[in-house]
Nanobody, 118 residues
Framework: QVQLMESGGGLVQAGGSLILSCGAS????????MGWYRQAPGKQRELVAD???????NYADSVKGRFTISRDNSKNTVYLQMNSLKPEDTAIYYC????????????WGQGTQVTVSS
C-alpha cells in the first residue's frame, strides 16, 4: 500500500497563489506517475496535471500557463504551484500516484480543499 498525504490547500482571493504538496509513503514503486486531480461540486473528477518519474509533464488546458507541477523523487513528493487563481479553480484537489509493479497500482490521497474567492 502507498499512503498519500496532501497539504497546502486553503482560501485565497482571485489572482492569488497557492502551493500544494503531496508526500508518498509506504510501498513506493517506480517508475510511477504522480499527479493532481480536482473535483468541484456537481462535477466529475478531472486531471489537473501529472508528472512521470522522468519529469515529463501533462496539464489540463484550463491550467496551462498558470499551474506548474514538479516532483522531488528523493522525497517522494509532488508539488503543484498554482498562480493567477480563478474562482473556477475552486475544488477539492486530490493527489494520485499510479504505475505498474506486479500489476497496475493506483492510489489516491484524501483531498485538500482549495477555495478561490472573487
Amino acid at each position: 500500500q502507498v499512503q498519500l498525504m496532501e497539504s497546502g490547500g486553503g482560501l485565497v482571493q482571485a489572482g492569488g497563489s497557492l502551493i500544494l504538496s503531496c508526500g508518498a509513503s509506504g510501498s513506493i514503486f517506480r517508475p510511477n506517475t504522480m499527479g493532481w486531480y480536482r473535483q468541484a461540486p456537481g462535477k466529475q473528477r478531472e486531471l489537473v496535471a501529472d508528472i512521470t518519474s522522468g519529469g515529463s509533464t501533462n496539464y489540463a488546458d484550463s491550467v496551462k500557463g498558470r499551474f506548474t507541477i514538479s516532483r522531488d523523487n528523493s522525497k517522494n513528493t509532488v508539488y503543484l504551484q498554482m498562480n493567477s487563481l480563478k474562482p473556477e479553480d475552486t475544488a477539492i484537489y486530490y493527489c494520485n500516484t499510479r504505475g505498474y509493479s506486479s500489476g497496475f497500482r493506483n492510489y489516491w490521497g484524501q483531498g485538500t480543499q482549495v477555495t478561490v474567492s472573487s
